[in-house]
């Protein structure tokens, strides 16, 4: 009687190979992907829209969150300092001689009076065209 056990084939070692590189090529899939999309300057959620169609946002996006704080082109900045960083991100664009356009990313429960007072307040600066964000419903 024999209590050892035979050992174990190389055909069972060789069918590992395949599994692992594929296991790895997933991952290296997965890590590549998921950090594609760089998160907010401020927490924002949208309004919802059911009509509209998606377009290529603008190189000058402006952010706002529901408790009024401004980010602009991924960095916060106070309120009161819009005006020179709005010129200075101007300036620095490709195309200065351009009418200045921007994207503006609002929260959907900011109060409409504070989005007004910032919009006229675009326009003062020589902002020529806003797009709202919103997220398709």
């Known amino acids: 009687m024999r209590l050892t056990q035979p050992p174990p084939r190389r055909d069972q070692e060789v069918a590992l190979i395949p599994l692992i590189n ?3 090529l997933l991952l290296i899939f997965f890590m590549i992907v998921g950090t594609i999309a760089p998160t907010d300057a401020l927490p924002i959620d949208p309004p919802v829209s059911r009509q509209g169609h998606a377009a290529e946002p603008d190189p000058v996006q402006l952010l706002i969150d529901v408790h009024g704080r ?34 503006l990313k609002a929260d959907g429960a900011l109060v409409m009076a504070e989005l007004r007072v910032l919009l006229r307040q675009l326009r003062a600066l020589g902002v020529e065209r806003v797009r709202l964000l919103a997220r398709q419903d």
């Open 22 to 24: 594929v296991v790895f």
């Open 70 to 103: 401004i980010a602009l082109n991924g960095e916060v900045i106070p309120a009161d300092q819009l005006a020179m960083a709005l010129a200075e991100s101007h300036k620095s664009a490709d195309t200065p001689d351009t009418p200045l356009n921007l994207t």
